[in-house]
């Protein structure tokens, strides 16, 4: 296990990041790590409200800091545009985007506006659009951070049914997403092959809210050795965004045996992720889906 810890980030000033979902939980820690070292954060919420509270809450812990609340929702294609094109307007570069947001474990199937399943509309089709929309923006030395979850390890992709259509399951429909955000993290970095930029997956392990439980007393005890806080589960992000040197590709989650909690570390993806080949599918896939199309020959 290693030692890392977000007192290890390196000096941030000049540096502009965008977080998604950050206004709770690890996109909030994520920002607070960022805005501590120096970097300009743009805050991206999709309660305009929510936002407001939380860049309020880091300018009280850190009245320094440089924090910009922009509106988000990633379930409306549409705005991602919209919100892409103001960022563009108003800043230069985007050194950092970290793609945080997501549904998660949606108990009864739902969609997006754009008629999408929820947790794969959201988690990635939004992001995958998001990214391509903002890519005129990373300049060279710029990183893509995908957030994405242990589930990930758990089901091969649907391709037959990636909207969960005929069956939906809330579990196999969230892990698919999160695979979903891995396959296009590997699929990402190959096609930036050479513009030195460069993309990241992280995921949190298993980190909950103060005093969140997990629906039983019994199994919150016997959880709890596990369990880390969102602060310890948002530190894989802050790693995978900053840490030099870094191989593109790399998945970095808690470096625990069982990779629940703990100081963060590289690790290897789940094989089902790993194919070129299934990477180029959900990027086509993706494409189709979107009408954002980049990085494509």
Same mark, same amino acid.
């Given at each position: 296990m290693t030692s890392w810890r977000p007192a290890d980030l390196p000096d941030l000033t000049g540096k502009t990041a965008l977080v998604t979902g950050a206004n709770s939980g690890i996109g909030y &820690?994520?920002?607070?790590?960022?805005?501590? &070292?120096g970097a300009h954060v743009l805050l991206a919420a999709r309660n305009p409200e929510r936002g407001e509270k939380a860049v309020a809450s880091i300018q009280r812990k850190l009245p320094a800091a440089k924090v910009d609340l922009v509106h988000l929702d990633l379930a409306d294609l549409a705005g991602v545009r919209e919100t892409a094109k103001a960022v563009l307007a108003a800043h230069e570069h985007i050194d950092l985007l970290v793609n945080n947001a997501g549904e998660k474990m949606v108990p009864k199937r739902r969609t997006t506006k754009d008629g999408f399943e929820a947790q794969f509309g959201t988690n990635h089709l939004g992001h995958f659009a998001l990214t391509g929309l903002l890519l005129p923006a990373l300049r060279p030395g710029s990183r893509v951070v995908n957030i994405t979850s242990l589930a990930h390890k758990f089901f091969p992709f649907d391709f037959a049914d990636p909207q969960h259509e005929r069956r939906y399951l809330a579990g196999r429909a969230y892990g698919n997403s999160k695979l979903a955000n891995m396959i296009f993290t590997l699929e990402l970095d190959r096609r930036l092959a050479g513009a030195d930029v460069h993309s990241y997956a992280a995921h949190p392990g298993f980190a909950l809210e103060p005093g969140q439980s997990l629906g039983n007393p019994v199994v919150d005890v016997l959880a709890k050795p596990l369990v880390q806080d969102m602060a310890g589960g948002a530190m894989p992000t802050l790693y995978a965004a900053t840490v030099p040197n870094l191989p593109g590709g790399t998945l970095v989650g808690p470096g625990n045996l069982l990779r629940t909690k703990g100081a963060p570390r590289p690790e290897k993806p789940s094989?089902?992720?790993?194919?070129?080949?299934?990477?180029?599918?959900l990027w086509e896939l993706s494409e189709e889906l979107t009408d954002v199309r980049y990085l494509s020959s």
């Open positions: &820690h994520a920002v607070l790590g960022l805005a501590e &070292h094989s089902k992720a790993t194919d070129p080949r299934v990477g180029r599918r």
